[in-house]
């Protein structure tokens, strides 16, 4: 913390951790629930993995913890996994926390956050509308009160078509409470961001339907042991303890798979949000170390029995909102939430499993912006098609292979859309002004300008020939004497077209041609001369970028005319004249 912090600072921390802590004790029970776990992996993670980042991330406003879209992707990664064999699904859980903090930690090592924004967000897009719909449609069974039919090797509609159509008759005790949850958590919604109030509107949702539940009598056990709705399992009254993950190696491939997903999922979801936070504080983020932190506190987690998590939306804009000003808030929602699940742990058991499902219903509605899922899909066929392939893949298959396969088509339809290298030819006019030559104008008979302007990487290679090949015909065609390469607008050069430039002015100077390089930038001209380039491309034909724009290329275009007066006069002449480019 900073050496200022002080008791405002503190004051505005600790109320704003409170609140975050009202939210986040009822959030971490149902994302367990959809994660298909057992609740107190959800609070533990509210405790162990919001406390970490706490410690170690760089935004100041961000709560880390369990999240709906985390916990979608968690029991996708979990499917293969019999249910009924709990030891070993627990245990999966735990080495699964562990894979992402490691993936997580490597990304960070390497440094590897930067390659998170080449991931197209209309992927994400796809994905959370895909998430939605299977959070959705998967706590049907529980808003209804029937039994989920089938296992976790079924994809998710085929098990809600079995759970509906194929089960138990509906509960309309469960269904009742679940349409009073959801008929609450609107009304609660609005009155809280009418009156400007602290948003505990899901807790109170659980509070009074856990009431009524209660007064009815319906989640009080019967004769028989069992009550009228379904109750949320018992969370016991103690803290996360150290525990070692059983490593199991036939079941690594899979998890691998599962927490790739996860990790890349988790890193997008925490910087979006921090930054989006970070726009309106000003605050400058670390997104390398804020990465660690997510690597750091999934792999803590795993250790605690946690569930895996990252930044959550709802907590953090409610932690900023409330007047957080430094991490410290986060630290004291995880210790509020641990307090409370000491004091009030015995109480959970009241809390009916269709209002859980009730609350999580509304959670899918609010995790799908509509008017940016439709503006995404009208913007362009690329967009449209990554949000369609994302989401389809995610229903059809499964979540964690919709994130994989939609990171791969990002990068794969940005490889050739950054790979463009364009090129144009310019010309000096009568009245001496250098700009890009129209159809109209005539060609000069003795020299050629070349603009190029792009990318200089492998994936432009086929690009880069193209232009100087029909810059060779242009040579072969007019007679030119003089050739003026301008690269001042190229990047990134790599040793695939620095050989291609090569081979080029190579082919060019053995049939007697000068070629001048104009406005050659320090990457490029680094790259050149360490592959010998020096060594037989005189100095003087080399003209650097300089800080004024076109000085460099004015330079050698006035190099060439001076060359051809002293031709054609037999002496040296320097030409006066100036040279503008427009």
């Not at 959801?182 to 609660?188: G, K, M, P, R, T």
């Not at 007047?323 to 641990?338: E, K, Q, Y």
């Not at 009916?352 to 503006?375: E, N, S």
């Not at 995404?376 to 990554?386: E, I, N, P, V």
Request: hydrophobic share 50%; proline share 4%.
């Amino acid at each position: 913390m900073a050496l200022d912090y002080g008791w405002t600072k503190g004051r505005s921390d600790v109320i704003a951790g409170l609140t975050v802590a009202a939210i986040s004790f009822p959030q971490a029970i149902a994302y367990a629930l959809i994660a298909g776990v057992d609740p107190r992996f959800g609070v533990y993670s509210a405790i162990v993995v919001t406390t970490i980042a706490s410690i170690f991330g760089s935004s100041s406003h961000l709560i880390n913890g369990p999240t709906s879209a985390i916990s979608l992707l968690v029991f996708t990664a979990l499917a293969f996994i019999d249910s009924e064999n709990s030891k070993q699904l627990f245990e999966a859980l735990f080495l699964l926390s562990v894979l992402v903090g490691m993936f997580q930690i490597i990304i960070a090592v390497f440094k590897l956050g930067n390659l998170t924004r080449y991931i197209s967000e209309s992927v994400i897009i796809g994905f959370m509308a895909a998430a939605a719909l299977l959070l959705a449609v998967g706590q049907l069974g529980n808003a209804l009160g029937v039994k989920d039919k089938g296992n976790g090797h079924m994809q998710v509609l085929r098990r809600v078509w079995l759970t509906l159509f194929h089960g138990d008759a509906i509960n309309y005790r469960a269904l009742a409470l679940s349409a009073t949850a959801v008929a609450l958590a609107v009304v609660l919604r609005k009155f809280v961001q009418r009156f400007g109030l602290p948003q505990i509107d899901m807790l109170a949702v659980l509070i009074v339907t856990a009431l009524i539940a209660y007064a009815a009598g319906w989640s009080i056990p019967g004769a028989g042991g069992h009550t009228a709705v379904a109750v949320a399992a018992k969370v016991p009254r103690s803290l996360p303890s150290p525990h070692i993950p059983e490593v199991t190696t036939g079941l690594l491939p899979e998890l691998s798979t599962g927490a790739l997903a996860i990790a890349f999922v988790g890193i997008i979801e925490a910087l979006s949000i921090a930054k989006a936070i970070a726009h309106q504080t000003h605050q400058k983020i670390d997104y390398n170390r804020q990465i660690m932190a997510e690597g750091l506190a999934n792999l803590g987690g795993g250790f605690f029995q946690s569930l895996p998590g990252s930044g959550s939306l709802s907590r953090s804009a409610i932690n900023f909102q409330s007047g957080a000003l430094t991490r410290f808030s986060g630290i004291v929602s995880a210790a509020t939430v641990a307090a409370a699940l000491l004091l009030f742990a015995p109480l959970l058991r009241y809390v009916p499993q269709p209002a859980l499902a009730g609350l999580l219903l509304v959670t899918a509605a609010r995790l799908v912006d509509f008017k940016r899922l439709i503006y995404t899909l009208k913007a362009s066929r690329y967009d449209a098609g990554l949000v369609i392939v994302t989401a389809f893949t995610g229903i059809a298959v499964d979540l964690d292979k919709a994130v994989l396969l939609g990171v791969i088509l990002s990068i794969v339809l940005f490889v050739p859309r950054a790979a463009k290298l364009s090129a144009k030819e310019l010309i000096v006019t009568p009245q001496r002004v250098v700009r890009e030559r129209i159809p109209s104008d005539p060609a000069d008979p003795q020299i050629v300008i070349y603009d190029l302007e792009g990318e200089l990487f492998f994936g432009a290679a086929p690009e880069l020939d193209r232009h100087l090949a029909e810059l060779t015909e242009r040579i072969e065609a007019d007679h030119h004497q003089f050739v003026v390469l301008r690269l001042k607008r190229v990047r990134h050069p790599d040793v695939v077209c620095v050989e291609h430039i090569e081979h080029f002015l190579r082919d060019l100077t053995d049939r007697g041609l000068t070629v001048l390089l104009a406005g050659v930038r320090p990457d490029l001209l680094a790259v050149l001369n360490n592959v010998g380039f020096e060594n037989w491309f005189p100095a003087d034909h080399v003209f650097p970028e300089e800080d004024r724009e076109f000085s460099a290329t004015l330079k050698a275009v006035r190099y060439a005319h001076a060359e051809l007066a002293s031709k054609a006069s037999g002496a040296g002449v320097e030409d006066p004249d100036l040279y503008y480019l427009v």
